[in-house]
C-alpha cells in the first residue's frame, strides 16, 4: 500500500536533514574577535601555517583542506595537499585558482597585506593563534564547526582537555626547576610566560628563566644565559632529531645545566605549534623535568 502524502515528505525532510544543516549559515568568533560567516559548512580550506594544517585536520575536516603551505607535514595526508608558498609569503594566483570558501590565517604569522587581499576578493579569512590549552580546543571546535564535522573535533577537543588537566594535576606540586627554552639560536631567542610553551613549562613545574620579558619570543645575549644559569636547558633544534643546539653550550661545564647534565631535546613540532600534538610534547617535557629534579 502506498505510504500517504505527508509521510512521504516527512521521510524525504529527514532525509535531507544532514544536507540542509551542512548549507545552513555557520558563524564563528576568531582569535581576532570577529565574527566570521559562511552560507554553508566549508568545503574548500586553505590552510597557511602548519599550525592551522593540524588543527584543521585534527577538527575532522582534512578532507576539505584544497592548499597550505611548506612544512604543513602532519598529518602525512597533508603533504599531498597543494602548497601556496611559505607562511610568510605567499603564492596567491596559485591559491586564489584553488578557490577556497574558508582561509585560516594565522595572527602574526601570515603577510597581513596578503591575507587583506583575499578578504578584498571575497574570500572568508578566519585568524587563530592559540594563546593557552583552551585556545588549543576551543580553534578545534570552532574549525569543526565550520566545516561541519562537529562530532570529530568535540571529541578531540575534549581529549586533549582531559590530557592537559591530567598534566597539571600530576605537577601541581611539582619541585620548581628553573629553565631556559631555546626556540633559536642565530639570534638566540627565546619565550616568556605568556607564550604557550611558557605555560607548558609552568604546567610541568618549570620556571622559565626569561619569563618575564615583555616580548612574546624575545632575542636575548648569551651572557643573560650564563647569568640566569639555569638548572635546565631545553631546546627543539632544526629538526626532528636535530640536537646540535644544545652541544653549543657545553662549552660553558659551569652552568648547573650542562654540569648535571640537564640539556633536554623535545622534537619542535610537539611543542613549538598549538595542536592536539602538544599535549605529546607536554608529556616528554615534563618527563625531562622529572629527570632534572633526579639528579639533585
Known sequence: MARPVWQRWWILLLALCPVLALSAPRCAVDDWGREVCLSGAAQRIAALSPGATELVFAAGAGAHVVAVVAYSDFPPAAQAVPSVGSHTRLDLEALVTLRPDLVIAWVTGNPAE???????????????????????????????????????????????????????????????????????????????????????????GGVNVFGDLDRLV???????????????????GMGEENRHWLTYWEQYPHLQAVARNNLFFVPPSLIQRP???????????CQKLEQARARR
Not at 275 to 285: A, D, H, K, M, N
Open 114 to 204: 596578503q591575507i587583506e587581499t583575499l578578504a578584498d576578493l571575497g574570500m572568508p579569512v578566519f585568524y587563530i593563534e592559540p594563546r593557552d590549552f583552551d585556545g588549543v580546543s576551543t580553534a578545534i571546535e570552532r574549525l569543526a564547526y565550520l566545516a561541519g564535522t562537529e562530532a570529530e573535533g568535540e571529541r578531540v577537543a575534549a581529549a586533549f582537555r582531559a590530557g592537559m588537566a591530567e598534566l597539571a594535576a600530576r605537577y601541581e606540586a611539582a619541585a620548581p626547576v628553573p629553565v631556559f627554552y631555546q626556540v633559536w639560536d642565530e639570534p638566540l631567542m627565546t619565550v616568556n610566560n605568556d607564550h604557550l610553551i611558557g605555560k607548558v613549562l609552568t604546567l610541568c
Open 218 to 236: 624575545p632575542r636575548i645575549a648569551v651572557e643573560s644565559v650564563l647569568v640566569a644559569n639555569p638548572e635546565a636547558i631545553v631546546a627543539g
Open 275 to 285: 595542536t592536539p600534538r602538544l599535549l605529546e610534547g607536554s608529556r616528554i617535557l
